[in-house]
């Protein structure tokens, strides 16, 4: 059984940073490339940030480019996003997600097999 897990979510002001961890368990996603997207109400997911399973490919959206951090962690079934200079428009629900053996990352959903159930960050003004 896949199992991911998000923490790291909270409220914060804007201008304020924020670390999110994803680890996954039941599963080696030593070969699997891993992103992290957002879903703030109303709107439909998007694609935030996304990393190798070596860490030397890096995608991020333009929206975050230059604030956001992905990086993994020592184990390589975790990854982390930092993210500083927080905005209200950064305000959703953020997801990590992971490719079920590929190494490389994508900005699309749909080429993500397993994802964790979300960690609220919320930006107030």
């Known amino acids: 059984q896949v199992h991911m897990v998000e923490s790291g979510g909270g409220l914060v002001q804007a201008g304020g940073s924020l670390r999110l961890s994803c680890a996954a368990s039941g599963r080696t996603f030593s070969t699997s490339a891993m992103g992290w997207f957002r879903q703030a109400p109303g709107k439909e997911r998007e694609f935030v940030a996304a990393i190798s399973k070596s860490g030397g490919i890096t995608y991020y959206a333009d929206s975050v480019k230059g604030r956001f951090t992905i990086s993994r962690g020592n184990a390589e079934d975790t990854v982390y996003l930092r993210m500083n200079s927080l905005k209200p428009e950064d305000t959703a629900v953020y997801y990590c997600?992971?490719?079920?053996?590929?190494?490389?990352?994508?900005?699309?959903?749909?080429?993500?097999?397993?994802w964790g159930q979300g960690t609220q960050v919320t930006v107030s003004s």
């Open positions: 997600a992971a490719r079920g053996g590929s190494l490389f990352p994508s900005q699309q959903a749909y080429n993500y097999d397993y």
